[in-house]
């Protein structure tokens, strides 16, 4: 029996045992990150998208340029110099290094975007929160939207910039003053079809104030459908500025902009034509990379693409 008694060893039985979850630990933010990294591709965007935006921040404060002052304008030997080693973009038509002007340019261009995109997403994110899960607020507020909405936002802008004046904040107020509602009716769309779920009709018989619920309960639904919205919107902003630039009512004389730079070398498209085809390149560069980077963020925020 003492043989017995060696070879069995009592195990206590724990109730709490029967609660424990086998599942392997979820993070949804590292499986986002890990979705968003497994293509090379991706990387290589992501790569690219950060070297334009670090020497648009980091050139200025290296050079001094401030694309006001041109130092060789009256030195014909140091204006039209073709890209070379010394200059890698050349030099335009004042003696400037075209290097200096685009990536201040590249900045300015980015911070309207930028500013634009915050000031754009903000606003449409908590309008239309709250505007798809109030009811009495959608009856005025789609009156609203479909005044505003039938009217071109390009116009809009027009008029904005002819009354305010050309300027960097005159510009940022022109390109977001009504192309948030446009974001805010996609999100109200969004919200409708969440509100109504199980879930939330527990928490509203429980006694939970709206905006918790939409705080809560709908927005972490909607966090790809927000990056889908900046990744459109940033590239978007950019080729907005540079068309307005174009058409001579973009920022003011005194901000360089890849706009300004692009519009003012258009007549040396034919010869000279890198004075032209550089900032276009560039321009193209920074809106594409941040597309498709935005786009597959967003495909990695879906929790419907986790595994």
Not at 98 to 113: C, D, Q
Request: proline share 3%.
């Amino acid at each position: 029996m003492s043989e017995m008694n060696n070879k069995f060893v009592f195990v206590k039985s724990d109730e709490r045992e029967s609660e424990h979850i086998a599942a392997p630990k979820y993070s949804y933010w590292r499986s986002v990150f890990k979705q968003f990294l497994s293509k090379k591709s991706t990387i290589a965007i992501l790569i690219i998208a950060s070297i334009v935006i670090l020497l648009s921040i980091i050139d200025p404060m290296l050079s001094g340029y401030n694309g006001i002052s041109h130092p060789n304008i009256n030195n014909d030997s140091m204006k039209f110099i073709g890209p070379c080693f010394k200059y890698l973009f050349g030099t335009d038509s004042y003696g400037d290094n075209l290097w200096n002007v685009v990536w201040i340019g590249a900045r300015n261009s980015l911070g309207i975007a930028g500013l634009t995109t915050l000031i754009t997403i903000t606003l449409g994110v908590t309008v239309g929160s709250i505007w798809g899960y109030s009811k009495s607020m959608d009856k005025w507020m789609i009156e609203i939207y479909n005044i505003i909405a039938n009217v071109p936002f390009t116009l809009i802008v027009f008029v904005m910039m002819y009354i305010l004046g050309r300027g960097f904040w005159q510009l940022i107020f022109a390109m977001s003053v009504t192309s948030w509602l446009g974001t805010a009716y996609f999100i109200r769309t969004q919200v409708m079809i969440i509100r109504d779920r199980e879930y939330n009709l527990a928490s509203r018989c429980l006694g939970t104030g709206k905006w918790t619920i939409v705080k809560n309960n709908i927005l972490p639904y909607l966090i790809s459908i927000i990056v889908t919205s900046i990744s459109r919107d940033l590239p978007s902003y950019i080729s907005l500025e540079v068309f307005l630039a174009w058409l001579g009512i973009g920022v003011g004389e005194s901000t360089p902009s890849l706009g300004k730079t692009i519009s003012a070398n258009r007549i040396f498209m034919t010869n000279s034509g890198y004075l032209f085809w550089i900032p276009v390149a560039v321009s193209a560069i920074i809106t594409v990379s941040l597309y498709v980077a935005g786009q597959t963020l967003a495909d990695a925020a879906d929790p419907r693409t986790h595994r």
